[in-house]
């Protein structure tokens, strides 16, 4: 149950003695108006208060997130009652029953939740929230308007104290955020992900990518433009036929759904296994698409290291492969390759289980370029000749999604996406060491991939439902 459904009055409350200068700093509020007239500061004070407390109390008992979330409601509206004495001892106005239930779930969601983050979070047209400073807060709709965000702390600094805060706050996905660590990546609560930056930028500089869990399939995504029947055809039988696929495009593009779009190709009853630094696809939250998901998370490890280099805690992409190999899965899906991930889903894709991942990258062929650079970065004594041979010899299919920022009849900005290339890759004997295909190539004024040259291989792909005659076809138009 939320805060803000409790009835906040209607039983009495043990009150909570927070430390006097606390006590003091937040029993400085007047009266405390509801919704978006909150004072920020009283909610930062009493955020602090309640951690402190709900810590204490917790050093004698052992409770799962419910039972946390339990006794921190109840230190929260304690804390609340408290205040609100002392405001009537020293003669300031009486808090209205909209004032505390506006400064209770306030409070709430700053302890358990993401603070002044948490309306733009629940707002269903946000798809990305970009901060640029406490003040500077721009909102991208899934219908591609951008829209100026309200602030989401009293200064940089706040905010900066409040990221902190909720990078260390799980003790599954805590994270580090100092001038150590200045840059933070976290897996929230309802699929979203969160990057921040601060110390190394004039001002902490913040985005979050919602990803809204629906079952996405080929299908829908044709529907919406994303690519042609035909394509789509292709790559479900590719997907069918495990041949090893990367998704590449622009941040934003939609990469990931075109993922679940793919693995929804997947059989139901096939056990799979995903392996990410930070969860986004969210497999084992469709069962009806996936019932047997074992979902994998990097995780960063605290601390000194040991004599093998590594932190204590540290769990790698590396160390999820391996034990995948355990799990008795027939497919191992990466997550997004930006550098030390390009072994890992080298070693997947080597298996032939049909593996999949994405990579950001500017074109099909710059996506080939790309992850040779993060092989060599990552390799040692790996050069480009012989990561472009290893690639080459693992990577099946490369998918191209277009992004474009286009402005409307009504000069409203919106955005394009659109699958452009499927290239096929095979191994090439002269430089660069690979050679590709463009299966389906660009067409002029940033229209949908169409049919280009077919290697013959692939035409065993109509026995796991491509439409070879709709290709064809489409190829002599």
Known sequence: MEPAALPFLAQPHVAAHPPDAARTQAAGAATVPANDDIDWAVVAALRAQA????????????????????LGRSIVLDLIE????????????TWTLAGQRAMATAVYDSLFRLGRLQPLIDDDRAENIVITGFDRVMLEHTDGTKHAGPPVADSDEELIDFLSFLASRSEVTARGFSEAQPALHLRLDGGARLAALAWVTPRPSVVIRRHRLKEETLPGLVAKGLLSPVAASFLGAAVKARKSIVVSGAQGAGKTTLMRALCAE????????TIETEYELHLDQLPDQHYYVHPIEARPGSGERGADGRQIGEYTLHDALYDSFRLNVSRQIIGEVRGKEIWPMIKAMESGTGSLCTTHATSAVATIDKLITCAMEEGKDVDAQVAARKLASTIDLIVHIDL????????????????????????????PGYAVTYVFRAAKRGGIAIPGTLPDEYRELEDFGFDLTGY???RSA
Do not use: K, N
């Open 82 to 93: 408290s205040t609100m004495a002392e405001d009537a001892d020293v003669g300031r106005p």
């Open 266 to 273: 997947i059989d139901p009853d096939e056990p799979i296994v």
């Open 472 to 474: 064809l076809h489409g």
């Open 404 to 431: 474009r920022d286009l402005t409307g009849p009504d000069g409203t900005p919106t955005r394009q996406r659109r699958v452009v290339e499927i290239i096929a890759v095979s191994r090439g004997e002269m430089d």
């Open 51 to 70: 951690s402190e407390l709900l810590s204490q109390r917790m050093t004698a008992q052992t409770l799962d997130r419910t039972g946390q979330q339990e």
